[in-house]
């Protein structure tokens, strides 16, 4: 992946190139976009214009050919988050941002993904009805396919972000990467913003389920960064950060997202990394 990135970085021509030839290549979609990331983190939007208009040939024709408008919207996401990211030093701000795209998303899908959605519609139905489980209404699924793609498509953007980050990091400052993440953490007026889509979102339901789909993604990796930070911090290395994943997943299992969740919020308001001393001090204080 770093020689790839190297590559990229080389000239403008590399750039399209990779941007093109991944977003021909079934599901690698995300590779194209991170390359786009790399180049409007590290070049700016004056060189990333070209590399993004580029990029949208051959997604716009999978869009046309196939109906499926991800690798358009993932290109598109992550050419405004980049560009945020870039402006602002800040992923409280991207993941913010990226929750409200994903509701902007979420009134798009009908209009550019249409057939998928339907065919989505049909496959569903037609499982639930074979197991002989009684299928909701064709609109509850079909909302709920639109929350899905929505959801999908922004988190593939993030994710796609952060390896353009790392790349960056890799080539021109080691550990960048790390030190961001683990510093991560939510202004109290993103955390209240974000809290406030997800009580609407559940408390409504329907069509306003999307915002407390869209803001939890954007809850759950500040408290992940916060884990991160506190095991860092205390030296503890990569045999706690596998104990916690175990934990999460096989013990807590659904409860999971909300301790996350919950614990983003608190950090919020009382930054528990800045109240924790880390090993180093402790030692040398001893």
């Known amino acids: ?10 000239k403008r021509l590399n750039a399209i ?64 988050l980049s560009y945020l990211l870039r402006v602002t030093m800040s992923w409280s701000w991207v ?14 899908q009908p209009l550019l993904m249409t057939d998928i959605l339907n065919l989505a519609v049909t496959l569903v139905q037609s499982v639930l009805t074979s197991e002989g489980v009684e299928a909701p209404e064709k609109s509850v699924i079909f909302n709920q396919a ?5 959801i999908f498509q922004v988190v593939f953007a993030i994710a796609s972000l952060f390896l353009a980050r ?24 993103f955390s209240l913003i974000l809290g406030v889509m997800v009580l609407i979102g559940e408390s409504l339901g329907g069509s306003f389920a999307i915002l407390s789909q869209a803001a939890v993604p954007a809850l759950v990796l500040p408290g992940l960064a916060l884990i991160h930070g506190i095991l860092a911090k205390k030296r503890i290395g990569n045999v706690g950060l596998i104990a916690f994943y175990l934990v ?6 659904v409860y999971f997202m909300n301790i996350l969740v919950a614990l983003c919020v608190i950090d919020s308001f009382v930054n528990i990394r800045e109240r924790i001393q880390d090993k180093a001090s402790n030692s040398s204080d001893s």
Not at 146 to 150: C, R
């Open 146 to 150: 639109v929350v899905a793609i929505s």
């Open 17 to 80: 190139i990779g941007v093109m030839v991944f977003n021909l290549i079934p599901m690698m979609f995300w590779l194209a976009a991170a390359i786009l990331g790399l180049v409007m983190l590290r070049k700016g939007v004056k060189e990333g214009i070209p590399v993004f208009a580029w990029g949208c040939l051959p997604a716009l024709v999978l869009w046309v050919i196939q109906g499926d408008a991800t690798a358009l919207m993932v290109l598109i996401d992550v050419a405004l």
């Open 95 to 108: 993941l913010l941002i990226g929750s409200f795209l994903a509701v902007i998303s979420s009134l798009l």
């Open 166 to 189: 790392k790349w960056q990091s890799g080539l021109y400052n080691p550990g960048g990467l790390r030190a961001e993440f683990h510093r991560l953490r939510l202004p109290v007026a």
């Open 1 to 10: 992946m770093s020689g790839l990135a190297n590559w990229v970085m080389k």
């Open 248 to 253: 999460g997943f096989f013990v807590l299992n």
